[in-house]
């Protein structure tokens, strides 16, 4: 055993599944080692046989026919450590010299399958996946352009992680590009777990509550992308596309409707920006109404809806809270939950809950339809963080509501309209309509 | 984004903000009849002010209106430019008081008048804090979401009107011009255009549309005073503090809900004011930085929002605020004349010189 391989043995004494074996290679006893959770060992070997088999000239020396598997490397021990927990295996002679192969791997990955949070109707269902180089292949194989680019970043101190950055050539623009660049080389050592790091790397504000970037689980949104002009990163386990820069407009628009008529296509995009107007506007025009302005409503209506109150023992403010608070529980707890017990959640928080709350008299009929479409109308919204800061937005709309009425709501929507408007992302604003007009032409 | 549009929907609607209260009060109080003889004359004297400051600030491309005195020295500049300091100011003043007293008046009856202030001073202030290029694309967006309920209701203001008010139509009173209400109308003239030369760095425009869009103006200038009219007779409106809101009042429609769409109109003019309020502060911080270079602009924002709460609160009535607003009209006439004909000045000289 030569002394590379005693060091490295050294080195992974705690690991178990670190093997190190010896093997015959060209008629030679060469020693191989690695990660047998990571490596599939008799197939690698198999082929390794059969490579030896494939030379033409049977009298080649070892360390001639180790130079055609791979770069023949001596003595640095950090950089055969480093492939090995890479996943790489390690071939070593009694030279002390080692080549690094790329062996049989472990299936550790799913297969391509659909999407889990973006359902698609009429569409390619094939979704990303936790491996990075899957990710790229997949938007390869959905754009075949000579233009298509892919930088590979390895973030981290402590332990590696692959970033990558993709783009279109001549599409993107170039300003954006480079900050985005500089930010992530200028952060290289920073940890990169999730997307917080990633906005961390990137130079955001962690307060923000609307985010700056653009999820997608679907390789045909991040090409559609891509052809705007915007920059896709992947992060190596995470199976989401992080598009950047994230527009107001990323709201309302799946590129799967692109699959339909005009018309249709047309209709989903009106209803999802009435989906958003009514869950900010809705449970705050309750309050307002009920609370300071009911003067404003036609009197029947006002009548009716006193009526409804009768009983209730507390404003409307502490009564729309209680309910928007249960309703969050519901939703939080439908995701916990295994999926076969989510609709007895339904059933139970919906219409037992439901029923039960008004019988008791602790809120009115008219708040439980009202909040019911406002939950549902939440979820016209496209993307799952979107639609949390809408539902978070939805809470300061209330609140002003209970103070200033009518008027407090839509003093709310003038601060919300004004706080989104003043959010940049490398200098684009969030309220572009046309990012391929407005900015790559700029 | 089309930053043209931007320009033309912040006059658009700054200017609507500014029309439906105090305007046609002052006006039917200042003529008995005819009263399109002085929104005219009040347009056309708008329309040429505009031209000569639109037509005075081209000669000075990518400069805004304090670069443009700072060339001529700082004593000159400062000569011009308090001026515009003490207009704004006193603009921002009575606009918080008489906007939050209206809401005080038509909805929040219970609400006292130093909490209807903080949402007005407190949303502008932070719309101004963000700079320029925050107050346009709020405005746009402001724009695209209220326009079109504003427009809406404006369209149902003529739910009761009879046309016959309109007579007659030659029978022309000239007494309005030595009506001190006449001058103070032109509050909702000379409020906004300035903002056109402190924009000049940050967004372009192309002049003829601005131009355009002031015409656009006039039918809202018009039936502003109109609609009441039309609706009460002239006697009767000019009982009334704020006709048009009066006037809206009587609009009675079966297939909605609500039983007083005044209030949406209100409101939706109050956030145009917002708009307007944000870039006032905006404009008057613009300049004080410029004399004070080491103070940050956010600093002389909020400085400057607490001071206008105060005094706000401060003013014990109504009178006092009219007061305000008639001492305000000789700022307003130096704005309207001295501002646009002296860049004109400076602008064509600098073009000889050149030459």
């Keep these: ?442 | 984004m089309n930053k043209n549009l931007q320009v033309i929907l912040m006059y658009f609607i700054t200017h609507v903000g500014l029309i439906f209260f105090m305007y046609p009060t002052d006006i039917i109080e200042s003529a008995s009849r005819t009263h399109w003889v002085p929104i005219f004359i009040g347009m056309v004297f708008h329309l040429v002010f505009i031209w000569i400051y639109m037509k005075g600030l081209s000669y000075f491309p990518g400069k805004n209106i304090i670069d443009i005195y700072m060339e001529k020295g700082k004593g000159l500049s400062l000569i011009f430019l308090i001026p515009i300091i003490g207009y704004f100011f006193l603009a921002n003043i009575t606009t918080v008081r008489a906007y939050s007293e209206i809401i005080n008046i038509v909805f929040l009856s219970e609400t006292p008048l130093w909490a209807t202030m903080i949402p007005f001073l407190f949303i502008a202030t932070y719309i101004a804090a963000k700079g320029i290029n925050v107050i346009f694309h709020t405005a746009f967006i402001v724009a695209c979401v209220f326009l079109p309920l504003f427009l809406f209701i404006f369209i149902l203001s003529f739910q009761n009107v009879d046309w016959r008010y309109f007579f007659p139509l030659f029978d022309i009173d000239y007494s309005f011009i030595s009506n001190r209400s006449y001058y103070k109308s032109f509050f909702s003239f000379a409020g906004v255009f300035l903002f056109l030369g402190f924009i000049q760095p940050y967004h372009t425009y192309d002049r003829k549309k601005v131009f355009l869009s002031a015409i656009l103006l006039l039918p809202f200038f018009l039936f502003s005073v109109y609609v009441p009219i039309l609706t009460f007779g002239q006697a009767t409106s000019a009982t009334f503090q704020f006709p048009f809101v009066t006037a809206l009042d009587s609009v009675y429609i079966s297939w909605l809900v609500f039983d007083r769409i005044t209030m949406f109109f209100l409101i939706s003019l109050l956030i145009f004011i917002m708009i307007f309020l944000s870039l006032l502060l905006w404009m008057v911080c613009s300049i004080l930085v410029h004399f004070v270079p080491i103070v940050k602009h956010s600093y002389v924002l909020y400085f400057l929002s607490i001071l206008i709460f105060i005094i706000c609160v401060m003013l014990p009535d109504w009178k006092v605020v009219e007061n305000l607003f008639w001492w305000n009209t000789y700022f307003r006439f130096y704005v309207i004349l001295v501002i646009p004909f002296s860049v004109l000045i400076f602008g064509v000289r600098s073009k000889r010189k050149v030459r």
Aim: hydrophobic share 45%; net charge neutral; proline share 4%.
């Design chain 1, 1 to 442: 055993m030569g002394e590379l391989s005693k060091k490295v043995k050294k080195r992974f004494k705690n690991n178990d599944d670190f093997f190190q074996q010896e093997t015959y290679l060209y008629k030679e006893i060469v020693e191989i080692m690695g990660f047998n959770t990571l490596i599939n060992i008799p197939k690698t070997k198999d082929i390794l046989q059969e490579y030896t088999k494939s030379v033409l000239t049977p009298d080649m020396p070892l360390d001639d026919f180790l130079k055609t598997i791979g770069e023949v490397k001596e003595g640095n021990i950090d950089d055969a450590i480093q492939s090995i927990f890479e996943g790489k295996l390690i071939i070593c002679s009694n030279k002390d010299q080692y080549v690094v192969v790329d062996p049989i791997p472990k299936e550790l990955n799913r297969s391509i399958e659909p999407p889990s949070n973006e359902n698609v109707l009429q569409g390619s269902q094939s979704s990303f996946i936790e491996d990075v180089e899957t990710n790229i292949g997949l938007i390869r194989k959905e754009k075949t352009s000579e233009k298509l680019r892919v930088k590979s970043y390895s973030v981290g101190k402590r332990q590696n992680k692959k970033l990558a950055l993709l783009y279109i050539e001549g599409n993107v623009n170039k300003d954006i590009l480079s900050e985005i660049q500089n930010q992530i080389e200028k952060n290289i050592k920073k940890e990169l777990q999730n997307q917080q790091d990633l906005s961390n790397i990137l130079g955001f504000s962690p307060w923000l509550t609307m985010s700056k970037f653009r999820t997608s689980e679907l390789p045909s949104e991040a090409v559609k992308m891509l052809l705007q002009g915007r920059v896709v990163l992947f992060i190596d386990r995470l199976p989401i596309a992080f598009i950047l820069p994230s527009l107001i407009w990323d709201m309302f628009t799946v590129e799967n409707e692109h699959n339909y008529p005009y018309p249709l296509m047309i209709l989903i995009r009106v209803l999802r920006v009435v989906g958003l107007l009514t869950t900010l506007i809705v449970p705050g025009l309750y309050v307002a109404l009920v609370a300071v302005n009911p003067g404003v409503l036609r009197i029947e209506m006002a009548l009716s809806i006193a009526q409804s109150r009768q009983g209730v023992p507390y404003p409307a403010l502490v009564e729309v809270l209680i309910m928007l608070l249960i309703l969050e529980l519901i939703l939080e707890a439908s995701v916990r939950l295994p999926k076969s017990i989510g609709p007895t959640i339904t059933m139970v928080g919906g219409i037992i809950l439901g029923q039960a709350i008004v019988d008791a008299k602790l809120v009115s009929n008219l708040l439980i339809i009202i909040l019911a479409a406002t939950t549902i109308a939440n979820f016209t919204i496209v993307g799952v963080q979107n639609s949390l800061s809408i539902r978070l937005y939805k809470y300061l709309i209330v609140i002003f509501a209970s103070i200033y009425g009518v008027f407090g709501l839509l003093a709310g929507m003038l601060l919300i309209i004004a706080y989104l408007s003043s959010l940049r992302t490398f200098g684009v604003s969030y309220l572009n309509f046309n990012l391929e007009r407005d900015v790559i032409k700029r």
